[in-house]
């Protein structure tokens, strides 16, 4: 038995056919630089990778030309594909098997994220026509947190935005903070039920999330992905006051602002070196005075969203590290943790240099509260959630 797990987006498609039971790869895909003339197509299987043009360079054409590349035997074990799909506004709290009239709801909430929505829908339109009658399920970023009450998910602004424009918070990554958070769970031998945790997804995007019993009840991102920590190349919060005012100075309409905060700040804003953490922490140790100052401003800025959710939580028992810099930074955990002792939070340098492996995630002293760190998987998420409804739809139809 086996998934594939797709995410299609608007230069790049990523491609898995995993095992849901083992979480095996049997097989990975990428497509980039799509919608150019250097779209590029690389294929692995083991140790064997090919590499391709697709002859329409479009994410449609690679995600076509991806699925006509798998071998029989591939789609032979297939029980269906999992889409990951970036927005599922307000309607959807969990993930959901497509049919024409959840196809037709998903594109009543492009408005929500225009920049990835068509490429998320493209994706599952076109397995859909390359794999007629296998189930297609949507899995949504912003699902899990679905379970934040108002108080978290509502902005002091004008009652109709809310009322005609579904202006609120979200949440994404929610697929991540989902996994980690129900793994920790596992790894601390506890119920979930029973476990307040704040678990911190630090990769190119970066936020964090109160997760009480098994549920989201606040999260860093809002109604998009820019609100909340600092990141690779986005600011996270900033005073919205500040758009006007640079707009004003630099000559720029909002959508030129908004492009920097997106793409031109965050850590590489703040060093003028990288957007990488791992060339901002070398950068730093070389004594780059802007590389040290973005370290320290992207530390800070984790721990002190660490403090307001254990607000949120009313209480902490673990904090959560995970995603490319969560998992392999000791450095950046290290200054995170330095922060939290007022938390009742303290390091434990041997395990956390070398990621807590061994030890069953923990990079934390002995105490009342823990912090671990656990790689996320949400393909393998994705996968168990398309088995799931893949089973079900067939037994509707059985
Ligand atoms: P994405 O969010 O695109 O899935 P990842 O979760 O892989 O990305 O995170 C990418 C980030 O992780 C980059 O900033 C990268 O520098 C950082 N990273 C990966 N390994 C290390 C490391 N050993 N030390 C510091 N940062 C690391």
Redo the contacts with the bound molecule.
């Keep these: 038995m086996s998934v594939l797990v797709l995410n299609c987006g608007s230069s790049s498609v990523k491609l898995a056919l995993v095992d849901p039971a083992s979480g095996e790869r049997r097989l990975t895909a990428l497509a980039e630089r799509l919608g150019s003339s250097e779209a590029v197509v690389r294929l692995r299987r083991g140790e064997d990778e090919r590499t391709s043009t697709p002859d329409d360079p479009s994410s449609r054409g690679a995600v076509t030309h991806l699925l006509e590349s798998l071998r029989d035997e591939e789609r032979d074990g297939l029980v269906g594909v999992g889409h990951r799909v970036v927005h599922g506004g307000d309607h959807f709290s969990a993930s959901v098997a497509v049919d024409d009239a959840i196809l037709a709801d998903l594109h009543g909430l492009v408005n929500l994220a225009p920049l990835h929505m068509p490429a998320n829908l493209l994706g599952i339109e076109a397995a859909r026509d390359a794999l007629p009658g296998l189930a297609q399920v949507a899995v949504f970023d912003t699902a899990f947190h679905q379970t934040m009450p108002p108080v978290a998910y509502r902005y002091a602004v004008p009652q109709e935005w809310y009322d005609d424009h579904q202006v609120r918070r979200y949440g994404f990554h929610g697929t991540s903070h989902r996994y980690v958070s129900a793994r920790a769970a596992e790894l601390l031998g506890r119920p979930a039920e029973d476990l307040r945790l704040v678990t911190l997804h630090l ?3 970066c936020s964090a999330a109160a997760v009480r019993g098994g549920d989201s009840v606040d999260t860093t991102m809002g109604l998009t992905p820019l609100e909340g920590l600092v990141m ?1 190349t986005r600011s996270g919060d900033v005073d919205p006051g500040l758009l006007g005012y640079v707009a004003e100075r630099l000559d720029l309409d909002v959508r030129g602002v908004l492009d920097a905060l997106n793409t031109r700040s965050g850590l590489l804003g703040l060093s003028g070196v990288s957007n ?4 901002v ?1 070398e950068a730093a140790a070389d004594g780059s005075e802007g590389a040290r100052l973005a370290l320290d401003v992207f530390c800070y800025r984790a721990a002190k969203a660490v403090g307001a959710l254990a607000v949120a939580l009313g209480g902490l028992d673990a904090v959560v590290f995970t ?3 969560g998992e ?2 000791a450095e ?1 955990r290290r200054r995170v943790l330095s922060r939290l002792g007022v938390l009742g939070l303290a390091e434990d340098p041997d395990a956390n240099a070398v990621d807590g492996r061994g030890t069953d995630g923990r990079v934390s002293r002995p105490g009342d509260r823990t912090a671990l760190v656990v790689p996320t998987d949400e393909e393998l998420l994705i996968a168990r959630d398309t088995v799931r409804l893949a089973a079900r739809t067939t037994e509707a139809v059985g």
């Design positions: 990769g190119n995007g690779g990488d953490m791992r060339t922490c995603g490319g810099i392999h930074s950046v």
